[in-house]
């Protein structure tokens, strides 16, 4: 029966053949123009004409005008990426997947889990003319591949079951695993080390190792690996490469907040009934009753049972406060304060801290601080003088917020130049980077802890505060109404975030799409846990 050249409509026959343009075309790399489009589909002329103009305009392809070829289209990419995974999960990947690629040599890929099989969605090609060479969009048994039993190995034994429901024990190549108690204990396997391996399983000739990626919130979200001819790619060298591999993927990981990490604006709630110039240093005292600072108009607000209200003014911009049980001890650019409980302020002769760029209390009431020694140097150390085996850390960039923990072993130290929460041990003179943030999410500013060890701090410029996990890993994204926060502090009973911002930096053309910036908000953390 001939192709007859009738109008295009919505008919299954229309379908059918948008369908198989669509499938000549994407699995042509390089493109196909209309001669060749018309030999691998058989379509009259006329009909191309209409299917390629209904899928250009959709998106679904795009006319190379160049080379006179039509590829497949954004829009096409966009729907299958956003059918599998979350938006961000390709651009956390793209730098690891080219660090991969040029640590090894060999093509890069990441992966996703399709109901019982696995979905390449990215590539980064190797450097050799003979090479791995999946295509994009292909599908893959989770069995007998890297990525598929890397993903595996991190599920719990409902979700695995579940995975592997269905599946057609196939062997490939006479390496395929094609036995479940076999298949498990290598998973266990695995699990143990952090990557796995395809050996020659899925294709003859050709190695792979891949590693999970799992997010915040402990769920798996994809897998990336590198593979190769076998020649090249020896089990001594996989066992070199898995743990970078795995190491990469939990970079990538790191990068991405659980799907309910981000909170909504409207679960921040404003606290205070005046706004400050640059809002900073929330602080509470032992009777429970709130502090904090406008830094450059210098003054500091209470918040207790009888309201919000203005404490004290000072003479000088505020550097750093902290709350003791006889008042709030305030370091300024000329000196050092005491404000006892009426707001009254007293003068205190012949205290250090010249320099002073952040300064905290460590649990045992010591003072610690951040002070710049010379040019380009800054210390950390303690403020009233050094306790016998304490050690300075030495920094290369200024230091502009300090926090201890509940239990006075790690102090975490922000340094918003370079946009990273340093950690260090006390007794230990190494420094540590515990998290870095580019400088496009805001500049950081504040820390504090909460009492299961999560690292929170601000980004001003950034419109959010964010919160680490103990490990380091991003744990969650909190949008606020402002694009300047500037500091935070959480409860003693770690049910409320307290928030300062800032107003300093605006017009007032700028303050009429931000009308709170300079207020102070509370973000009830319970609601999240």
């Known amino acids: 029966m001939g192709i007859s050249d009738e109008k295009y409509d919505e008919s299954s026959g229309s379908l059918e053949k948008a369908l198989d343009v669509l499938e000549a075309?994407?699995?042509?790399?390089?493109?196909?123009?209309?001669?060749?489009?018309?030999?691998?589909v058989h379509l009259p002329r006329t009909t191309l004409y209409r299917v390629l103009g209904t899928l250009v305009e959709?998106?679904?392809?795009?006319?190379?005008?160049?080379?006179?070829?039509y590829r497949l289209g954004f829009r096409y990419l966009e729907l299958v990426r956003n059918a599998y995974l979350m938006p961000d999960l390709t651009a956390a990947a793209s730098y690891e997947l080219r660090t991969l690629r040029d640590l090894t040599g060999e093509t890069a890929y990441l992966?996703?889990?399709?109901?019982?099989?696995?979905?390449s969605l990215e590539r980064c090609e190797g450097a050799h003319s003979r090479r791995s060479a999946a295509a994009l969009g292909q599908s893959k048994p989770l069995y007998c591949t890297s990525q598929g039993k890397a993903i595996l190995s991190v599920m719990d034994e409902a979700a695995r079951n579940k995975a592997l429901k269905g599946v057609t024990w196939e062997a490939l190549t006479p390496l395929t695993l094609t036995d479940r108690r076999r298949l498990n204990v290598e998973l266990s396997i695995t699990a143990q080390r952090g990557y796995a391996i395809d050996d020659e399983e899925i294709v003859l000739g050709v190695r792979c190792v891949g590693a999970p990626i799992v997010d915040a919130a402990g769920q798996v979200r994809?897998?990336?690996?590198?593979?190769?001819?076998?020649?090249?790619?020896?089990l001594d060298r996989l066992a070199l490469i898995g743990p970078e591999v795995a190491e990469a993927a939990r970079r990538v990981g790191a990068q991405l907040a659980p799907a309910d990490a981000r909170i909504p604006d409207a679960a921040v709630a404003t606290i205070s009934t005046q706004w400050a110039f640059h809002g900073a240093l929330p602080r509470w005292a032992p009777d429970g009753s709130l502090y904090w600072a406008d830094t450059l108009a210098p003054s500091i607000r209470l918040q207790d049972p009888a309201g919000d209200r203005l404490f004290c003014t000072l003479d000088a911009p505020i550097v750093g406060m902290v709350a003791r049980p006889q008042g709030l001890l305030v370091a300024h650019r000329q000196g050092w304060d005491r404000v006892d409980d009426a707001g009254n302020v007293h003068a205190l002769e012949h205290w250090p801290g010249t320099g002073l760029q952040a300064l905290c209390a460590h649990p045992d009431a010591s003072l610690w601080g951040c002070l710049q020694i010379d040019a380009g140097v800054w210390h950390v150390g303690s403020v009233q003088g050094r306790p016998a085996g304490e050690p300075v850390w030495r920094f290369d960039e200024p230091v502009a917020a300090l926090a201890w923990d509940a239990a006075g072993a790690q102090l975490f130290a922000v340094a918003p130049h370079s946009g990273t929460i340093f950690q260090m041990r006390a007794g230990v003179a190494q420094v540590r980077r515990f998290a870095t943030l580019p400088k496009g999410s805001g500049k950081l500013s504040g820390v504090a802890l909460d009492g299961r060890g999560n690292v929170w701090t601000a980004l001003r410029g950034g419109w959010s505060v964010v919160c680490f996990s103990a490990d380091g890993n991003l744990d969650r994204v909190i949008g606020m109404p402002v694009p300047c926060p500037t500091d935070v502090g959480v409860a003693p009973d770690g049910l409320r975030l307290i928030v300062t911002s800032s107003r300093d930096a605006f017009d007032a053309e700028a303050l009429k799409t931000a009308p709170l910036s300079g207020q102070t908000f509370?973000?009830?953390?319970?609601?999240?846990?």
């Open 25 to 40: 075309i994407g699995n042509a790399p390089q493109g196909m123009d209309h001669i060749q489009l018309a030999q691998a």
């Open 58 to 69: 959709r998106g679904m392809i795009r006319r190379d005008r160049s080379r006179k070829t």
């Open 111 to 119: 992966a996703v889990l399709d109901g019982n099989q696995v979905l």
């Open 222 to 234: 994809g897998a990336l690996s590198v593979a190769g001819p076998a020649f090249r790619l020896t």
């Open 522 to 529: 509370a973000i009830a953390l319970d609601r999240y846990d």
